[in-house]
């Protein structure tokens, strides 16, 4: 797909020539790239990223709001998202990340219920090779928001690491369910199914299914 503009912003070819990308700190030229109505741009990857961290309310460059209904937990959470973005690209993810699990911390302390919290510290966990605590924070991410396809599919990949194929079936179709746009749901299901496929009781059609799954992933994250 094209360039794509948030509500508001400039067209993304008038912001993104020479601009550099607050996540990689590589330029953005236009092709591929997200405007944002601060004026900032950043690549259309980089940005699924941070939303796949529970980023949503605030520019990574400037801290500008992106939509107007952005609360100052939520910035936080953005800010960690970002931290943890950033953090793994680095050879010591681990390190770069623990100042986002401390800001993550506080916002849960004061926002338990917060789903975009929960969803960006089960990221920290899982840089820091903690599955346990990190199923225990995505399954919290879907509790409070139950309709997030983000978070119910990263529960999905979570759960299809622990061989846990049915549960993650299940999370695969419910993001689908809640999205039929998003991409990380369709590529957890490409994956469960690459794994149901390498078991001795699997069926014939369970390759071709992860085949039609990573198709979808790539078309739906190509918009």
């Known amino acids: 797909g094209g360039p794509a503009s948030a509500p508001g912003a400039p067209p993304v070819e008038e912001v993104a020539q020479?601009?550099?990308?607050?996540?990689?700190?590589?330029?953005?030229?236009?092709?591929?790239?997200?405007?944002?109505p601060c004026g900032h741009a950043l690549h259309s990857g980089c940005a699924r990223a941070l939303r796949r961290l529970g980023a949503a309310g605030v520019c990574q460059g400037c801290?500008?709001?992106l939509?107007?209904?952005a609360s100052e937990p939520q910035r936080v959470?953005?800010?960690?998202?970002?931290?943890?973005a950033q953090a793994a690209l680095t050879p010591d993810p681990r390190r770069v990340s623990a100042l986002a699990e401390k800001l993550l911390q506080g916002v849960l302390t004061e926002s338990p219920s917060r789903s975009s919290?929960?969803?960006?510290y089960a990221a920290c966990l899982a840089l820091r090779g903690d599955a346990d605590a990190e199923l225990v924070e995505l399954r919290a991410a879907v509790e409070f928001a139950p309709k997030s396809a983000w978070a119910r599919?990263?529960?999905a990949l979570a759960l299809?690491?622990?061989?846990?194929?049915?549960g993650a079936l299940a999370e695969c179709k419910a993001a689908t369910e809640a999205d039929d746009r998003c991409a990380d749901a369709y590529y957890a299901y490409g994956c469960v199914m690459e794994q149901r496929a390498a078991l001795?009781?699997?069926e014939a059609e369970d390759l071709a299914a992860a085949d039609m799954a990573f198709r979808m992933a790539g078309a739906h994250d190509a918009r």
Request: proline share 6%; net charge negative; glycine share 14%.
């Open 160 to 166: 299809s690491r622990r061989g846990d194929l049915d």
């Open 200 to 202: 001795p009781s699997a």
């Open 77 to 84: 959470v953005d800010e960690a998202a970002l931290m943890i």
């Open 18 to 36: 020479g601009a550099a990308c607050p996540v990689c700190a590589m330029l953005v030229l236009g092709e591929g790239g997200e405007a944002l």
């Open 153 to 155: 599919a990263a529960l």
């Open 67 to 69: 939509s107007a209904g």
């Open 117 to 120: 919290a929960h969803l960006a």
């Open 63 to 65: 801290r500008g709001p």
